[in-house]
């Protein structure tokens, strides 16, 4: 009988295991993802878009409701019956919120907080030998996990303390990342042929109040001065933080083709008595003029928001000046979020509560006003010139630098042969835009 001896080097082992990313919840969440696979890469490891040829999986859980912690726990339960041999890896605001109940569930095989996810690779090392002079020569869309464009933190944590919000004992205390890195960022990524970046975080609006003489202002116009990105994107701001500096730069004749004219500025609430104990820092009337003002004086605008319907004590007369207000905006489309009592919150102490079948109700009402502000806003660009920005090399659609949806047309005949492509809209399906290339 004959035996061969095989050899293997363990680092060409590990080095080539293969890891399979999931993000849930917030842009954040997708620009921390996005550094996890960049950092794996980097590592000589894989990212794989199969679960199945994966021998390591990555869930970076949301924890801003009760319903995201069920979906990262019914996921994580998922990927392990289905996958027994794979390691199971959780990482977010879900166990940094309560690590205990990840650990309770048993199947979790490594636990990595949003406080040591700088540390990822390193932490993974003790599990797998890792080789970090491996050359690895991987692309943009491995980093980007099969998106088109790129998120990027310029701050995290957050300092407001709204009342309703887990985020910031999550997320920390407020801390802006320096300019010099985020444009080293994202000249990298331009350079591996990204296109698109968006600018990420808790609280972009205070971005630099820890750093000497700077802000938002001055940080997109650095970027915009010191990079060759193709768009630029804000996340979201809240209506106080904006400003005449801020603002002039969608019109600034070097900057206003790349930026893109899409804002997202939250209301949470229509009404100012709801507003005031939430915490927030705004009324009714500034989300109002704000709102007015961009739709004026930026062209192509279009402005999103977020609502939280149900907060303790909201009353009928509260929902019906939010749904007024609403009618009245000139909001694209409303995200809509049914209250969820978080402990560790202060609304979770409040009294009056609000019964779920009366927030399930109120919920449904601002949704189908939401689906007519986006009909209105789609029907507005019916004949205008768009530019999309192609979700893949084969792909025949993609986001508008106003982030409506696009779709080519069944009978347009030629794929398109560039990333963004000018296009003509010319109807709307299943409320996304249909159009041809613009020759």
Known sequence: MHYILIIYNINDICNHMNVYIETHGCKLNIADSQKISKDFLSSGFNISEDINKSEIFVLNSCTVTKSADKKARNRLRSIKKNHPNIHLIATGCYPQRNKEEVLELGIVDTIIKNEEKDNFIKIISEKFPVNNKVENNYGVESILLGRTRASIAIQKGCNQICSYCIVPKVRGPENSIEPKEIINQINYLESKGCKEVVLTGTQLGTYGFDLKNYNLYKL????????????????????????????????????????????????????????????????????????????????????????????????????????????????????????????????????????????????????????KLKMKHLLSLINSEQNVLWENSKSNSGYTENYSYFSLSNNEMSLPNSSISKVKVKSIENENLIGFISK
Not at 334 to 360: C, W
């Open 220 to 371: 997109l116009k650095e970027i915009l001065s010191n990079t060759k990105i193709l768009r630029l994107r804000l996340s979201s701001v809240q209506p106080h933080e904006f400003n005449e500096d801020l603002l002039s730069l969608w019109n600034h004749d070097n900057f206003k083709k790349r930026l893109c004219p899409h804002f997202h500025i939250p209301l949470q609430s229509g009404s100012d008595k709801i507003l005031k104990s939430m915490r927030r820092k705004y009324t009714t009337f500034q989300f109002t003029e704000i709102t007015k003002k961009i739709k004026s004086s930026i062209k192509n605008s279009s402005i999103t928001t977020d609502l939280i319907v149900g907060f303790p004590d909201e009353s009928e007369v509260d929902h019906i000046n939010t749904k007024n207000l609403l009618k009245n905006s000139n909001i694209t489309e409303v995200h809509v979020f049914p209250y969820s009592i978080r402990p560790g919150t202060t609304a979770f102490y409040l009294d009056n509560k609000i019964q779920p079948s009366i927030i399930t109700k109120r919920a449904k009402e601002i949704r189908e006003i939401s689906n």
